[in-house]
């Protein structure tokens, strides 16, 4: 559209113009390579690290984008993500509203990429049990995602899980499990076996056998996970740590507190070398 535009305009015009296009490449090219490695650190579990580059990505987006454009939506969504991860709730609310107010703006009603923002600020109110917030969010980013990328595809199966851990809290279990299956069957349809997102499928699953009681389920499907995720991640990566503290909660419960102990100094020290 722009050539278009500028070539009846003088060469010196044209070249100017060009000089403006290598600019704006560059700048994509920087928040590309920003936004990349603030999503590497966040995945090895860096979340200290992975703040300081996507606050930078954040930065370079609002400069050379623009504050309401679909940069911004993805860098504040990014930067939300990694404080939701450290548990700093309220800072993560603020930039996952600010990311859905602008997206509302610049996105289709069913782009995949307001979904993101609708889940993601859905998961703000339910860590903090605020299910008649999240509930409605969670279902319209699932509308969404159904909408526009299939029944079957992975980010269908992640806003169903994330909807199911809203009934779990309110113990609709029945609710729960539904979604739960439903997510699992898509995850191991399009998924490696050895994907870390199956091993979390498990692990909810896990998650709602020991809620319900059965404790004996709950330690397979725990195990299961834990061994896909120390395979597909390390032993020392956060989102292990998580699953062994399900583990620690099932040994206490079930009066096995060696074992539960055991666990939790693994814990401690795989997270005291990642922050």
């Known amino acids: 559209m722009f050539f278009k535009r500028i070539l009846p305009l003088i060469l010196i015009i044209l070249g100017s113009f060009l000089y403006g296009i290598f600019q704006g490449l560059e700048a994509i090219s920087q928040w590309d390579t920003l936004d990349n490695e603030a999503e590497e650190l966040f995945q090895a579990g860096k979340y200290d690290r992975a703040i300081e580059v996507a606050k930078k990505a954040l930065e370079l987006a609002e400069k050379e984008f623009g504050p309401e454009s679909p940069r911004m939506v993805v860098s504040l969504n990014s930067l939300g993500l990694l404080h939701f991860n450290r548990g700093e709730y309220e800072q993560a609310e603020t930039l996952y509203k600010r990311a859905l107010k602008i997206g509302e703006k610049v996105f289709d009603p069913d782009d995949p990429g307001l979904a993101t923002s609708l889940n993601n600020l859905a998961a703000v109110y339910f860590i903090q049990g605020a299910h008649a917030k999240a509930q409605p969010l969670y279902k319209r980013s699932l509308e969404i995602m159904e909408k526009t990328v299939g029944p079957d595809d992975p980010n269908v199966a992640t806003c169903l899980n994330n909807l199911a851990d809203s009934y779990l809290d309110q113990e609709n279990f029945e609710k729960a499990e539904a979604l739960y299956k439903r997510a699992f069957e898509i995850r191991k349809k399009v998924l490696d076996p050895g994907d870390p997102d199956l091993a979390s ?12 009681g059965a ?3 709950a330690e397979k499907l725990y195990k299961r996970s834990l061994t896909m995720l120390e395979k597909a991640l390390g032993p020392d990566h956060p989102l292990v740590a998580k699953v062994l503290d399900n583990l620690v909660a099932l040994y206490h419960e079930t009066e096995r507190s060696a074992e539960a102990k055991a666990l939790e100094k693994r814990i401690g020290r795989i997270r005291s070398t990642r922050r």
Not at 201 to 212: D, K, P, Q
Request: charged letters at 25%.
């Open 201 to 212: 499928s498990l692990n909810s699953l896990g998650v709602l056998a020991y809620r319900r």
């Open 215 to 217: 404790y004996d389920k």
